[in-house]
């Protein structure tokens, strides 16, 4: 047996999915950019989802009173 990983080992080190939005985007990286620790899908794609230019999830919308 061999002590270094095979092919396959090294594709499965990083998954496919986005950590931010979950989307498939198999190249996603995080990227410095002047001082900022961007989240992209391919190196130049922003992630739709990154928190870094101001990006917050919609709070749960109240729920509505039914009348009886």
Not at 15 to 40: I, K, N, Q, S
Not at 45 to 66: E, H, M, Q, S
């Amino acid at each position: 047996m061999s002590t270094l990983p095979s092919c396959p080992d090294l594709l499965d080190a990083v998954p496919p999915t986005c950590p931010g939005c979950e989307a498939y985007a198999p190249f996603w990286r995080w990227v410095r950019a002047d001082d900022l620790r961007v989240l992209t899908h391919d190196g130049d794609l922003i992630c739709p989802k990154d928190r870094t230019f101001g990006y917050t999830p919609a709070p749960a919308p109240a729920p509505l009173a039914v009348a009886a």
